[in-house]
């Protein structure tokens, strides 16, 4: 894995979490992440990176996608981003 892909596509999906609960929606109506696959467009300075873009997708209680040259998965609580 490339230095420091990992943690910045992590970043990066706090940080869009993050944004999608700004609003004053209560949690019964917050939109599911659930089936919503996402995938980096910019931000990383690796030349070559948008032929393999970092993803992740998220499922019932878990999640994982790929860096460009590794997969990764694990356990959230959807809870928590809401």
């Not at 596509?9 to 004053?24: H, I, P, Q, T, Y």
């Not at 995938?39 to 690796?46: K, N």
């Not at 994982?64 to 981003?81: A, D, K, Q, S």
Request: with cysteine; charged share 15%.
């Amino acid at each position: 894995m490339r230095p420091g892909v990992a943690p910045f596509l992590l970043a990066v999906v706090a940080v869009l979490v993050a944004g999608c609960g700004a609003e004053d929606v209560s949690s019964a109506g917050a939109p599911s992440l659930e089936g919503v696959p996402w995938v980096l467009t910019a931000g990383i300075d690796v030349e070559g990176w948008h032929e393999t873009p970092p993803s992740v997708s998220f499922g019932p209680r878990r999640m994982g996608g790929w860096t460009g040259c590794n997969e990764y998965g694990g356990p959230y609580v959807p809870e928590l981003l809401t």
